[in-house]
């Protein structure tokens, strides 16, 4: 009861299509290794943007700071944003013609 050649030709034909449908689906199934690339990606996206964030905020921390013990850093503020000046100090404007 050995297998002839026909017979061995179609369980082998058989075996691999099994082989190929399950590679088929490890590859594009609902979980499969393709989506997994593509949250990683994303993953990858979200880290970076936590990062950016992160730093974004340790230097408004560092800017509150400034804010509440460096008397220098709210004066040159106050001057460079609101055009505050200092009592008896006088501004001269020129215009560019």
């Known amino acids: 009861m050995g297998l002839d050649k026909k017979n061995f030709l179609k369980l082998s034909i058989l075996t691999l299509v099994i082989v190929g449908l399950f590679m088929a689906w490890l590859a594009f199934g ?8 593509r949250m990683e990606k994303e993953r990858q996206v979200y880290l970076e943007k936590i990062r950016e964030l992160k730093k974004a905020n340790d230097e408004l921390l560092e800017q509150v700071n400034r804010l509440k013990n460096d008397g220098d850093y709210v004066e040159r503020l106050a001057r460079k944003e609101l055009g505050l000046v200092k009592q008896n100090e006088v501004i001269y404007r020129f215009s560019h013609e």
């Open 30 to 37: 609902e979980r499969g290794f393709i989506h997994l690339y």
